[in-house]
């Protein structure tokens, strides 16, 4: 029996490292042609299988002065954003799932609503309110479109109905009000979930470009994927194309540090969520 699975899962196992190789071979080779000269590169992008290998890309990203001065508005953006998500997620979600209130149904109908509908839709009307309320180029300005999370809501009200409701019986038999029972009993149990939709939320608040290229008309207010697209006004032509490789590769290590730290949370949740 045990060399029948062997036989199978050789298969299996071949098909899983064909496939990771195919996702890592454009982020090997990014990395491979950020780590060339540019004038090795007009040559030919093949020389970046071959040394020798240089960091004066990466040295002339920093030696940008406000490259970390975007670097730091990313991350307050990212963890503003981030917060917030995870703070009104959590107790919408514990409001859906354990209260009732009135058009409970209709309104939960419209958060799921809020997921067919795509941020260019109401990009103008939400241009036109920032500008009246003299948001943009600040930090809530490009924070708070960010906390407007129908998926969060949904995510974390499903992890809360998956909690038993005895729990809740039986800390109201102990005299624990509703606010005790959500932050002292439940909340503790959605720490899984939470670190997924956190991770989720930070990622996509770090990648986008849409909005902070809207909202954001000052430098000193660019984040990090906006201002290093406006440091290549156009692209290799400008700078080089190990200089944009480079770019791309700094943008993506903070990412890729978030999702190493969280990812035990994320498999936690997302197979939690799968066996419920």
Request: aromatic share 12%; net charge positive; with cysteine.
């Amino acid at each position: 029996m045990s060399a029948s699975r062997n036989r199978m899962s050789r298969p299996a196992l071949a098909l899983v490292l064909i496939g990771a190789g195919i996702m890592l071979a454009p982020l090997l080779w990014t990395l491979l042609l950020s780590l060339k000269s540019n004038s090795a590169l007009m040559r030919s992008s093949s020389t970046a299988f071959h040394g020798p290998w240089t960091l004066e890309n990466y040295a002339a990203i920093l030696g940008n002065s406000q490259v970390l001065h975007w670097l730091l508005n990313s991350i307050i953006v990212s963890l503003g954003t981030t917060g917030g998500v995870l703070i009104l997620c959590s107790l919408a979600g514990y409001g859906f799932a354990r209260l009732d209130f009135p058009f409970k149904r209709a309104l939960f109908l419209l958060v799921l609503l809020g997921l067919a509908i795509p941020e260019q839709a109401v990009i103008l009307p939400r241009h036109r309110l920032f500008a009246e309320l003299g948001l943009h180029n600040s930090y809530p300005g490009l924070i708070l479109p960010g906390l407007v999370a129908p998926f969060g809501v949904f995510f974390m009200t499903q992890y809360f109905r998956s909690i038993p409701v005895e729990l809740d019986e039986a800390a109201m038999l102990d005299g624990a009000s509703r606010w005790t029972i959500f932050w002292k009993v439940l909340l503790p149990l959605t720490i899984p979930a939470q670190s997924a939709l956190a991770v989720f939320t930070f990622l996509g608040s770090w990648n986008d470009y849409w909005w902070p290229l809207i909202s954001a008309t000052r430098s000193d207010r660019f984040t990090l994927t906006v201002g290093l697209a406006s440091s290549q006004m156009n692209y290799a032509q400008t700078s080089g194309l190990g200089y944009l490789m480079a770019q791309a590769v700094f943008a993506s290590v903070p990412i890729l540090i978030v999702y190493l730290v969280f990812q035990k949370q994320i498999v936690r949740a997302m197979s939690g969520a799968a066996v419920r």
